[in-house]
């Protein structure tokens, strides 16, 4: 199988700090991974593409500033929520998709709390 | 403007009957489209997908069909299992366009035992 994995699954933090969540491919090369976000009741919405060894691709209407995107190698991406504020409270989910393959396979979710 | 749609937002089926998801979309660059499982807090689980060059594609207890022409795909579980309770999503690329996936809303599955 294809297991990607989220650390940490749950945090909560303060307004203006910034938060790192991680993205691994276990078992397999991911030469792009994807940044997805889910409100309640709503589906995903992608936030970014990542390559390994080049800048991320933002969605339009995604801060680049803000929400920072780096994948330094083939099994790691991170995303670094920036001075994080109450309405980036969300559940952040990334996938991976395997060299030559088509089908993204997803992490289990970081669900962030901005107090 | 939603590229990609599931109108049923729910759906309610008896255990061991056909359970049938619609999906439609619009951008006819598409050419891949996959089927996801969603608990709660939980990320998707990919179920299975279907490439513009087929029109039916089986795995196990799924079905996925493909209507090109109408813009139109349905995913078919059956026999349905009460384990099958849970959110699914119909998801859409276009492998020229770099494999980003637009999802639809969602469509919530309760199978009544």
């Known amino acids: 199988g294809a297991v990607v994995s989220q650390h940490p699954s749950r945090v909560i933090c303060k307004s203006g700090t910034s938060v790192k969540i991680e993205c691994r491919s276990l078992d397999f090369q991911a030469t792009t991974m994807f940044w997805y976000r889910q409100f309640p009741k709503q589906s995903l919405m992608l936030m970014a593409t990542?390559?390994?060894?080049?800048?991320?691709?933002?969605e339009q209407g995604v801060e680049k500033d803000k929400f920072l995107i780096n994948h330094a190698s083939l099994t790691l991406s991170t995303l670094t929520v920036t001075s994080a504020h109450p309405e980036d409270s969300s559940f952040y989910i990334c996938?991976?998709?395997?060299?030559?393959?088509?089908?993204?396979?997803f992490g289990p979710g970081t669900r962030l709390t901005v107090t | 403007d939603q590229q990609v749609k599931q109108n049923s937002p729910s759906l309610s089926v008896q255990e061991g009957r056909i359970s049938i998801l619609n999906c439609d979309y619009t951008n006819s660059m598409f050419d891949y489209f996959l089927w996801y499982k969603k608990y709660p807090a939980e990320g998707p689980t990919f179920l299975i997908s279907?490439?513009?060059?087929?029109d039916k594609n089986e795995d196990g207890r799924f079905t996925v069909f493909l209507n090109k022409s109408a813009k139109h795909l349905s995913l078919h579980i059956v026999p349905s299992q009460p384990g099958d309770s849970a959110v699914y999503f119909c998801a859409a690329s276009a492998r020229a366009a770099g494999n980003k996936l637009t999802f639809g809303g969602g469509t919530r599955v309760l199978v009544k035992p």
């Open positions: 279907i490439s513009s060059i087929k």
């Open positions: 990542s390559n390994e060894g080049s800048k991320a691709t933002y």
């Open positions: 996938s991976a998709i395997r060299a030559g393959l088509y089908e993204q396979y």
